[in-house]
C-alpha cells in the first residue's frame, strides 16, 4: 500500500487503552477545526469536528478538545482498536475567506495487539 | 452511490508529458479541491473551486492547471512546468454546513498516485 507518513512522529499504544493525538494550529482566528484519518493508500476520512466556540465534542470513542489559548487541538480515542491504526490529520479553517482547510504535518498511530 | 471518485489510482507518466487526473463527485457539491500529498507531509492545497466557471490557486499552484466546467467535475492537469510532480494526489468536495454558512467540511475521494520518471 501507499506510505503517505514516512518520517511522521508516531503514537503507539496497545490495543484496549486510550490514546491521545496532539496538534498545535497555526492562527489565532480559526474557527472550525477537523480531525481526519487516513488509512494508508487512501483519502482521508472525516472524523470529528469543532467550532471555535466550543472546548469539548464528543462522539462515537472519539473525544476533539480545543485550547484556544495556547493553539492546541486533541483528539482522544477510547479503548483503541487494531482498526484505529493510521495517519491521523488536525485541519483548521483560517478564515481568511479562501474557504479551503489547512492541514498539520499528520500523526501515525499505530496499535499493538 | 454517493461520493467522490479519481482515477485511475496509479498513473505513470515520462517527464516532460502533461497528464490530467480526473475527479468527479455526485455529492452536488458546490466547491472542489485538489491536494498533493508528499511523504512526511500534510496535504498541500493545489486549486479550489468555489462554484462552477470559477477557480482559485492554492498554496502550490505553479505548475498545475484546472478547469470546472461542470459542477460534478474538476479535472487536474500536471504540465511539466511542474518540477517534482511525483506525489500522491486527492480530490475533496464540500458543502455549506447549514448552521455555519461559512464552514465547509471536506469529503476527499480515494486519490491518484502519480510517478514521473
Known amino acids: 500500500g501507499e506510505s503517505v507518513g514516512l518520517h511522521l512522529p508516531t503514537l503507539s499504544v496497545q490495543e484496549g487503552d486510550n490514546s491521545i493525538i496532539n496538534c498545535a494550529y497555526s492562527n489565532s482566528a480559526s474557527d472550525y477545526f477537523i480531525w481526519y484519518k487516513q488509512e494508508s493508500g487512501k483519502g482521508p476520512q472525516f472524523i470529528i469536528d469543532?467550532?471555535?466556540?466550543?472546548d469539548k465534542r464528543q462522539g462515537q470513542r472519539v473525544t476533539v478538545l480545543l485550547n484556544k489559548t495556547v493553539k492546541h487541538l486533541s483528539l482522544q480515542i477510547a479503548a483503541t482498536q487494531p482498526g484505529d491504526s493510521a495517519v491521523y490529520f488536525c485541519?483548521?479553517?483560517?478564515?481568511?475567506?479562501?474557504?479551503?482547510?489547512?492541514f498539520g504535518s499528520g500523526t501515525r498511530l499505530q496499535v499493538q495487539p | 452511490d454517493g461520493g467522490i471518485t479519481q482515477s485511475p489510482k496509479y498513473l505513470f507518466r515520462k517527464e516532460g508529458q502533461n497528464v490530467t487526473l480526473s475527479c468527479e463527485q455526485n455529492l452536488n457539491h458546490d466547491a472542489m479541491y485538489w491536494y498533493r500529498q508528499d511523504p512526511g507531509q500534510g496535504l498541500r492545497l493545489i486549486y479550489y473551486?468555489?462554484?462552477?466557471?470559477?477557480?482559485q490557486k492554492g498554496d502550490i499552484a505553479e505548475g498545475y492547471s484546472v478547469s470546472r466546467e461542470k459542477k460534478e467535475s474538476f479535472p487536474l492537469t500536471v504540465t511539466s512546468a511542474q518540477k517534482n510532480p511525483t506525489a500522491f494526489y486527492l480530490c475533496a468536495s464540500s458543502t455549506k454546513i447549514p448552521i455555519w454558512d461559512f464552514i465547509y467540511e471536506q469529503y476527499f475521494g480515494p486519490g491518484t498516485r502519480l510517478t514521473v520518471t
Open positions: 485541519a483548521e479553517n483560517m478564515d481568511t475567506g479562501r474557504r479551503a482547510l489547512t
Open positions: 469543532i467550532r471555535s466556540n466550543m
Open positions: 473551486s468555489q462554484i462552477v466557471n470559477d477557480f
